[in-house]
């Protein structure tokens, strides 16, 4: 069965740096792996889709990267901002239809 | 941009209560999704729909019911609700398996 695993569970920084989150899948067969926003109280946002053929996937200050042969994908935020504090969630598709999430990262970006 | 919005927003339930949580998505997408979110145990898939018509069962199905009523309506039914369903419940639509999904709101619910 897939595992996807999300370290840390939380991760605090200063507002203006440079961060990665990291996302680890068991099965290394992905079709893609996406990356999701929650806010406290709210549903998912899509931040970004990355196709299994592809090594990278920028949008704005998020680029999100795919080794697929090691089993990582990892979310880089460039110049944080208080805004960005949520909940990161990455998700890859198994064999019954259904997206493994992982557990998911907790960002906080202090002013 | 509606995109996937669901109702109610929150609910509570007495144990045995029946309620049906409606989905509704505008993206002309042809599959949708239910799933769970609990502290702890993440997000599950409770059934799905592959594409209007065909309705499956994902890892968590049992106490629940669904419903495929056109392309864009996807709902999910409590017969007879219990403690252990008291969960954060959210509907998703994808254009087709493994494409980007997207995902609602969510409904607050609570059994007591």
């Known amino acids: ?111 | 941009n509606a995109g996937v919005t669901q109702t109610p927003k929150f609910q509570v339930l007495k144990t045995g209560q029946s309620m049906t949580l409606q989905c509704a998505q505008d993206m002309n997408h042809n599959s949708m999704y239910w799933y769970r979110q609990d502290p702890g145990m993440g997000l599950r898939l409770i059934y799905y729909s592959a594409s209007e018509g065909t309705t499956d069962k994902g890892e968590v199905p049992n106490g629940y019911n669904v419903s495929r009523l056109n392309k864009r309506e996807f709902s999910l039914r409590l017969e007879s609700a219990a403690p252990s369903q008291t969960s954060v419940y959210f509907c998703a639509s994808s254009e087709a398996y493994g494409y980007e999904a997207f995902f609602g709101q969510g409904t607050r619910l609570t059994v007591v």
């Open chain 1, 1 to 111: 069965k897939q595992e996807v695993t999300q370290i840390p569970a939380a991760l605090s920084v200063p507002e203006g740096e440079n961060l990665v989150l990291n996302c680890s899948f068991t099965d290394s067969a992905i079709y893609n792996l996406q990356w999701f926003r929650q806010d406290p109280g709210k549903g998912l946002t899509s931040l970004l889709l990355i196709q299994s053929s592809q090594r990278e996937q920028t949008s704005g200050r998020l680029n999100a990267s795919l080794d697929k042969s090691s089993g990582r994908s990892t979310l880089y935020i460039a110049a944080s901002q208080p805004g960005d504090s949520a909940t990161y969630l990455c998700a890859v598709p198994n064999s019954g239809y259904a997206l493994n999430f992982g557990k998911g990262t907790s960002l906080l970006v202090t002013p």
